[in-house]
């Protein structure tokens, strides 16, 4: 089965032949993703203190430089999974940055907005996670397929959008807040949370399977590309409910 998160294609495991002298466990990409999450604070603190000074054009540069360099590393950690180990830092300190450029900017015009979504992000990852624990949601070939289509129709629908508005045509779904766009935004938002379901079936999967210990890494590494995803899209889900 593949998962819906295209840097967790469970298709790998059949692919890792090496053996290295300390096997992947879950314990250890829990605490790869603790590790990751500190840089990612770390970095948005240095932003968010940036903003504070009112060094708006600096923190500006910085979120499309964090976005930027974020996604060259996550399309470089996807094809190379063995540089997760040394990208995925990268990685989660660039994403800090970004997120807390774009979360100054929306936060000084919708006060309170930023906490909220932290905390709904924050409270569906640890939902999906005893969902999946307790076996409520079981992964089986239909559900990996009908996240991997829906994930596949998103991210043609972004590739799309990014190329209209390249040559300045509107975007309704960026630029409205209509019942349309808001319902969109929260299947997108759906799909994100049920892809974490994903996430920790890779990271138990790999665990049995033993696969090489660097696979901490590069399950750590996904699992924040999805919560990084799905924090925006809760982001902006609010925002268009504050903008009606």
Same mark, same amino acid.
């Given at each position: 089965m593949r998962s819906s998160n295209p840097m967790l294609r469970e298709n790998i495991i059949s !692919?890792?032949?090496?053996?290295?002298?300390?096997?992947?466990?879950? &314990?250890?990409s829990m605490n790869k993703f603790m590790i990751l999450t500190l840089l990612l604070l770390? &970095?948005? $603190?240095?932003?968010?203190?940036?903003?504070s000074l009112k060094h708006f054009d600096?923190? +500006?540069?910085?979120?499309?430089? $964090?976005?930027?360099? $974020?996604f060259i590393l996550a399309i470089v950690i996807s094809f190379k999974r063995d540089w997760a180990p040394f990208l995925a830092p990268l990685y989660a300190f660039a994403e800090g940055a970004a997120l807390s450029g774009i979360s100054c900017f929306v936060e000084a015009?919708?006060? $309170?907005? =930023?906490?909220?979504?932290?905390? #709904?992000?924050?409270?569906?990852?640890?939902t999906m996670a005893l969902l999946y624990k307790l076996r409520i949601i079981r992964v089986t070939a239909m559900f990996t397929s009908v996240l991997f289509t829906a994930m596949t129709a998103i991210f043609i629908f972004y590739l799309i959008s990014i190329v209209m508005a390249l040559f300045g045509l509107n975007v309704p779904y960026f630029t409205s807040n209509?019942?349309?766009? #808001?319902? #969109? +935004?929260? =299947?997108?938002a759906g799909v994100a949370a049920f892809s974490l379901i994903l996430d920790y079936h890779f990271i138990e999967r790999g665990s049995n399977a033993g696969l090489p210990s660097y696979? !901490?890494?590069?399950?750590?590494?996904?699992?924040? =590309?999805?919560? =990084?995803?799905?924090? #925006? !899209?809760?982001l902006r889900i609010l925002s268009r409910f504050n903008n009606r």
């Open positions: !692919e890792a032949y090496a053996i290295s002298d300390r096997p992947m466990t879950v &314990a250890g770390v &970095a948005a $603190g240095a932003v968010y203190y940036q903003f600096y923190v +500006n540069m910085l979120t499309w430089g $964090g976005l930027i360099t $974020g015009r919708y006060p $309170g907005i =930023v906490i909220q979504a932290v905390s #709904i992000t924050f409270l569906t990852a640890i209509s019942p349309l766009a #808001i319902i #969109i +935004n929260i =299947v997108i696979f !901490e890494w590069y399950g750590a590494f996904g699992l924040m =590309v999805t919560l =990084v995803w799905l924090y #925006i !899209e809760i």
